[in-house]
């Protein structure tokens, strides 16, 4: 598991600037994956906790952020800054979408807040995605799935929250660790942790 050394407390220009682009650029990103989910809602008729299946992507800035910046906060900034900017953008479920962001990077926050932010491994940046995914799940069966049967209920619960683990989660490692290979994060704790990481 990576350690790095202690936090660093304040955030730096560079943090807040980077962060924010991260999280409207994934606001655009949440646009296209919005209009897939509503595409692929016919595939899934059958039985829709399955759709669950690719909910992971509208939870990567939760994980990303924090893991290109390491600073508190960065989760929830991070999800949040990403919801903002799909609503602004037009998501479909409007305003809420800032409550799922406040859920979802919250959670996650706490996964890392955990860590004392200094553990910035593959277990970690999993544990952060699988959480961010319970709370969109508890967020999802509370506002739009409350009829649903128990059975389907957990088995909704048992595809987003994998993934959200895994796509979120795994997915944002090694997207790190891909653009720490190429230099763009040298001025950041996650280019100078590769070996580690």
Known sequence: ?????????????????VAAVLGVAFGAVFQGWNLLWAATAPAFAALPPLQGLIYGVWLLPAVLVPLVVRRPGAALFGELVAASASALFGAPWGLLTI???????????????????????????????????GA?????????????????????????????????GAGAWLLVRSLARTGVLAGFPAGRDLPRI
């Open 136 to 168: 969109a799940v508890l967020l999802d069966l509370a506002l739009y799935y409350p009829a649903w049967e128990a059975g389907w209920q957990i088995a909704y619960a048992a595809v987003v929250i994998p993934s959200a683990a895994i796509i979120a």
């Open 1 to 17: 598991m990576t350690q790095s050394r202690a936090p660093q407390e304040g955030w730096r220009l560079v943090d807040v600037v």
């Open 99 to 133: 409550v799922y962001g406040l859920m979802q990077g919250g959670a996650a926050e706490i996964v890392f807040a955990a860590g004392l932010y200094r553990r910035w491994g593959v277990v970690v940046v999993v544990l952060a995605g699988a959480a961010a995914g």
